[in-house]
Every structure is written in C-alpha cells, then in structure tokens.
C-alpha cells in the first residue's frame, strides 16, 4: 500500500479537520442540481467558521464555484485551496488529516438559484443581455436542451430532440429552445 506510513497516522488521528471539496461535472444540469446545490443547505446548518479547509476546483466550474458564488461565506473558512486534480486532494487530505466530504445534493434553493443568476447577470456582456431579455420577450416557454453522445444510448438524439420540439411547439406556439454546448 502506498502511503502506509501517512494513512495509519491519518486514520491514528483523533484531531481531524473538515475539508469540504467541490467536485467538479462538466455537464451544466449535474453540476447546478448536483454540485452547486449542496453548498446553501451546507453553510445553513455548518458556520463557516467549522470549516477548515474548502478545495474548489475553479477552472473547471461553469458558474464561478463556492469561490465566487459564496464569497460572504467562503471568506470565513479557515482556507480555500485550489487544487489542480483529484490526487491533490487526496495529498492534502493526508497533509493536513482532515475528513473529505464532497457535496452533492439534488435540490437547488431559491437562495442559491439567486446566486447562480446574479453571478451569471455579472459575468455577460451587456450585448448579451440585451439578446436574452428580448429572446424571453418573443418565447414562452423557455426549454434548454443538450445534447450528450458520450454517454447516452439514444443514438439519434439529434433528431429525436427535434421531433420532441416540434410536438412541443404544438401546444406551445411561441416555445423558445435554447441549446446548451
């Protein structure tokens, strides 16, 4: 076993640390409803004072991360480490003896679908803006759809999706669909 000398001193330890990692999810739906979720209820019921250590995986987050989405609360933490992948993580758990936990959870608050819209409002261009607000105008309903062939079986997603529009459209006339890459 690799590391036998620093796990049986982590695991020997009765003073850990709490290290709370955000993960990360490349798909936009998994990360929101997965990912970013798990952060309103956690610093609801955890000060965050109790925390010693956040890892946030920056670069690889869609909207910003615990960093940007929760500055009040992330600047109470003990740290906030920015690790380059998981082995990193797992070192500094070692490091630093503390217990990793990875949140997830499958609801989104109002509180933190606020945060996620304030901080996308802030990161696009007023152009943008401009396009979005008078797309929201001339669509109603507004459906987001991706497409994802890495990892799915339906093979004619393509088309299918479409199809699914079209009947959509049918009882929707001004249905709007916004294409997620």
Same mark, same amino acid.
């Given at each position: 076993?690799?590391?036998?000398?620093?796990?049986? #001193?982590?695991? +020997?330890?009765?003073?850990?640390?709490?290290?709370?990692?955000?993960?990360?999810?490349?798909?936009?739906?998994?990360?929101?409803?997965?990912?970013?979720?798990?952060?309103?209820?956690?610093?609801?019921?955890?000060?965050?004072?109790?925390?010693?250590?956040?890892?946030?995986?920056?670069?690889?987050?869609?909207?910003?991360?615990?960093?940007?989405?929760?500055?009040?609360y992330?600047?109470?933490?003990?740290?906030?480490?920015?690790?380059?992948s998981? +082995?990193?993580?797992?070192?500094?758990?070692?490091?630093?003896?503390?217990?990793?936990?990875?949140?997830?959870?499958?609801?989104?608050?109002? #509180?933190? #679908?606020?945060?996620?819209?304030?901080?996308?409002?802030?990161?696009?261009?007023?152009?943008?803006?401009?396009?979005?607000?008078?797309?929201?105008?001339?669509?109603?309903?507004?459906?987001?759809?991706?497409?994802?062939?890495?990892?799915?079986?339906?093979?004619?997603?393509?088309?299918?999706?479409?199809?699914?529009?079209?009947?959509? #459209?049918?009882?929707?006339p001004?249905?709007?669909?916004?294409?997620?890459?």
């Amino acid at each position: 076993m690799a590391n036998r000398e620093r796990v049986t #001193a982590y695991l +020997d330890d009765p003073n850990r640390s709490l290290m709370v990692s955000e993960d990360t999810m490349s798909h936009i739906g998994h990360h929101i409803w997965n990912i970013i979720s798990g952060w309103a209820p956690l610093f609801s019921l955890v000060p965050p004072e109790r925390i010693n250590i956040i890892t946030s995986y920056r670069n690889w987050q869609i909207f910003g991360g615990v960093t940007e989405l929760y500055p009040d609360y992330v600047m109470r933490v003990g740290s906030v480490v920015r690790p380059e992948s998981a +082995d990193t993580v797992y070192e500094l758990m070692l490091e630093r003896r503390a217990i990793s936990l990875v949140l997830i959870d499958g609801y989104t608050t109002s #509180a933190g #679908a606020e945060r996620i819209v304030d901080w996308s409002r802030q990161h696009c261009t007023s152009a943008f803006h401009a396009e979005v607000e008078a797309f929201r105008r001339s669509a109603f309903p507004l459906v987001m759809i991706t497409i994802r062939t890495d990892n799915r079986a339906w093979t004619d997603q393509q088309n299918g999706i479409a199809c699914l529009i079209n009947e959509l #459209a049918r009882d929707y006339p001004q249905l709007g669909a916004i294409r997620f890459i």
